[in-house]
């Protein structure tokens, strides 16, 4: 391969450390929090409500609850949608391991079922086949900010009795047919953690259009407490009742003054991330060795993660390598996902031992997700195209 002089630039300039995702927080993120910070409330104040109507609306969703993260959120999912001691729930191996644990939390099982070879979404197929007589819900993942074929699970589970709960911690404005995520489901779940589209710090966030759902959140996030405004003029403005257990899982006001300022600046970040995702999949197409994601028809992905796969059959060395040459490079690749049921304390409960799921496996072999993230500049995305295709290149049988 031809290197030019802008390219030997490029290779040198390796001093920085390129993050597979970051958070951009601006000046006027911090003047927001700021003005919480001198304000009278830093817990639940005005900013909570501000926030969960605002980001309602941009999902155009009627209900918006947050949570202290978006694993307490799916754990307030779980528990609106009634899951049981006994109950099963079915999800994807291939998502961070929250996905699974909060089925956990409730005392039910998680069933895996395995992806599709293309979106490495829940394979709606392989989700009929692992219903049983206890199956209670069905968590897709909206894998690296792509729509799980959400309409063919609607339909199984419809035949089936079953709740959705779409785990859309990487698809926040992300589009099924034209639709945004988080008003198509049930349940839908989104995080706030510094990776995700907008920050709060920690923070997570369910949308339901279900008002009953959307009380059963409110009251499992602050202890299991209602207050009923019925009882409370007949009993007096000191009057509560636990009627379930909950949890603390608030989110603060500080959290929800970053998370307005943040929401402002959503469209922007997700047209950035668009871009990004846009210029690594031209380039990398044409470069053998690696194999860029799909986007299959009608669906506008948000990209939270650009997982490139690794087409090791034409390469020398193996992941592991690649991703040590990267990281030598101060590319800092990550690996999405180790598959669920392979970590140990889900082989030691449930007997797990590989093999099981082999899609989600063999993609677990071959995946390094690259840096995206919308402060990203140009050059660094220039930068990690040059370095991978050096490092393929040379690494080609
Ligand atoms: C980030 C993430 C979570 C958990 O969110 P936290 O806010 O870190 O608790 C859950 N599921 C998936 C798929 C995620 O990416």
């Known amino acids: ?39 009278d409330y830093i817990t639940t104040g005005p900013k909570v409500a501000e926030f969960e109507e605002a980001f309602a609306n941009y999902l155009e969703v009627k209900y918006a609850v947050s949570f202290s ?60 086949r692992r219903i049983t007589s206890k199956t209670k819900l069905v968590l897709p993942v909206d894998y690296a900010g792509h729509p799980a074929d959400l309409e063919a699970i609607q339909k199984i589970a419809d035949a089936h009795g079953l709740i959705v709960i779409e785990d859309a911690c990487h698809s926040l404005g992300a589009e099924y047919r034209n639709i945004k995520v988080g008003g198509i489901c049930r349940l839908n779940v989104f995080s706030f953690h510094p990776v995700k589209h907008i920050t ?11 008002s009953d759902l959307a009380r059963r959140l409110r009251i ?38 970053l998370g307005l300022s943040q929401l402002q600046k959503l469209n922007a970040n997700l047209e950035r991330r668009r871009e990004i995702a846009g210029i690594y999949t031209s380039v990398f197409r044409q470069l053998p060795g690696v194999i860029v994601p799909i986007v ?45 049921h392979l970590h140990p304390y889900y082989r030691q409960r449930f007997g797990y031992r590989g093999g099981e799921y082999p899609i989600a496996e063999a993609a677990y072999g071959q995946l390094i997700s690259l ?27």
Request: charged letters at 20%; proline letters at 5%; hydrophobic letters at 35%.
């Open 1 to 39: 391969m031809i290197v030019s002089p802008l390219d030997t630039a490029l290779m040198n300039k390796n001093t920085k450390y390129i993050p597979y995702g970051r958070q951009w927080i601006d000046e006027d993120d911090i003047a927001e929090v700021i003005k919480v910070l001198r304000s």
């Open 69 to 128: 993260s978006g694993t307490a959120a799916l754990h307030g999912a779980v528990f609106s949608a009634g899951l049981e001691p006994g109950d099963e729930a079915i999800t994807t191996p291939l998502t961070f391991c929250a996905t699974a644990n909060c089925i956990l939390y409730q005392g039910g099982t998680p069933v895996f079922a395995d992806v599709c070879p293309d979106t490495l979404n829940l394979n709606p197929e392989e989700v009929s």
């Open 200 to 210: 709060t710090g920690e923070g997570g966030m369910v949308t339901t259009n279900d």
């Open 220 to 257: 499992f996030r602050n202890h299991g407490i209602d207050r009923d405004t019925q009882q409370r003029k007949t009993e007096g403005d000191w009057f509560y009742q636990m009627i379930t257990l909950g949890y603390n899982y608030r989110l603060t006001d500080i959290g929800c003054a």
């Open 296 to 340: 299959r028809e009608n669906i506008n992905p948000a990209w939270h993660l650009y997982p490139l796969r690794l087409d090791l059959d034409q390469l020398q060395i193996g992941r592991a390598e690649i991703f040590r040459k990267l990281h030598g490079k101060n590319i800092g690749v990550n690996v999405h996902y180790i598959p669920v």
């Open 371 to 397: 840096p995206i993230f919308p402060k990203m500049g140009d050059d660094d995305v220039k930068y990690v195209i040059k370095t991978v295709q050096n490092i393929i290149s040379a690494s080609r049988k």
